[in-house]
């Protein structure tokens, strides 16, 4: 679980940030509650952002992957695109998620992958679909998220 992986970002991107002393790949991370569910983003871009999870730890009683942690995968690749599409100026909040479970899934790993479906100036909008290992669809979402005004003296903390 502690593992480091390499999260891909465009270069321009990583230099953007790296001019401003912040390390981009910790910063879009899971975050604890991701780490803890064993999130690995993949790819990260405002095109597009992919990720995995193993279903294994992530069940509800059933056995069957639970549907909050796919909430979990979708509510944190939405935001990471947004945070993305948003750049240094902006902090990216989530306002609404929903989600479609189409089908269970009881072993292996899904994978998510978010694609924008509207990225403005103080919203984007991100469908995340989340397939398992044989490329079948899991879970449908939606995640709509509120792009703030960062607080600069929050950067440099």
């Known amino acids: 679980m502690g593992e480091q992986h390499s999260v891909k970002f465009p270069q ?17 991370s899971a975050g604890d509650l991701g780490r803890r569910m064993e999130i690995r983003i993949l790819e990260a871009s405002a095109d597009r952002v992919v990720a995995t999870m193993p279903v294994k730890g992530n069940t509800q009683p059933y056995g069957l992957l639970h549907g909050g942690a796919s909430a979990v995968l979708a ?5 990471v695109g947004a945070m993305m599409h948003g750049g240094i100026t902006k902090v990216a909040v989530g306002v609404d998620l929903n989600c479609t479970h189409h089908r269970g899934a009881r ?7 978010a ?15 989340i397939s ?24 440099g903390a």
Do not use: K, M, N
Not at 12 to 28: C, K, N, R, W
Not at 75 to 79: A, I, V, Y
């Open 132 to 155: 398992d290992e044989q490329d079948r669809r899991v879970c449908t979402a939606r995640l709509t998220c509120l792009l703030r005004d960062a607080d600069p003296a929050a950067a």
């Open 12 to 28: 321009e991107v990583l230099d953007e940030y790296a001019a401003l002393g912040i390390d981009l790949p910790s910063l879009f």
């Open 107 to 113: 072993s292996g790993i899904v994978t998510g992958v």
């Open 115 to 129: 694609t924008p479906v509207h990225r403005g100036r103080s919203t984007a909008t991100y469908e995340v679909v």
């Open 75 to 79: 509510e944190t690749l939405g935001s």
